[in-house]
């Protein structure tokens, strides 16, 4: 039996782009491109990401804490947090409130995102729909087709197996879902 795979909403250059249409060089700029990494890159739920607080994410440790669970950073995402963490300090935001906020530390809205995302994607000239959970599905996919073991992308993904084999699989610890995120590679962009 064969397992067909979806193509992700979001391809690796799509997400580039949009990470590369915020501007760098501007604070709004640079808190859009740490949202997309969180998206893309680390892979959370929008409402995950809006809630993590600065205090939550060590960049030394590469993981972001979410509750009760662990998920670690590339490269990507490394980079785009630092420069917006950076960013936060020269604002004199503190890490008590959300890291994903305005300019003026207050929390960003969903309905925000949601006008954000495709906003950005026409700048981008992305055609297709492109939304937060497309990011979030373009990371499962991305890492499955990096060869990625299921395990690792469920638990650094916060999904809980449902099958009744689950109980017996191997469980990933936190050193293990942060040494399998920081080891990826940039995606082949073209």
Partial sequence: MAVTV???PVSPAEAMSLLGISAEHTNTGRRNRALVAILWRVGL???EALEVSAADIDMSARTV???DRVAGM?????RAIQTWAEARGGLGLTDTGPFLSTLRGKPL???YV???LPRLAARAGITPRVHAMGLRYACAAEMSGEGVPTE???AQLGIRPQSSVARYLPIPDDEDIVAAMASRTPPPIG
């Avoid at 590339?74 to 490394?78: F, H, P, S, T, V």
């Fill in 152 to 154: 690792i992308i469920e």
């Fill in 74 to 78: 590339d490269d990507i995402a490394l």
């Fill in 65 to 67: 804490r979410i509750g």
């Fill in 114 to 116: 949601r006008e954000l």
């Fill in 109 to 111: 809205s969903q309905a």
């Fill in 45 to 47: 739920r929008p409402g």
């Fill in 6 to 8: 979806q193509s992700p």
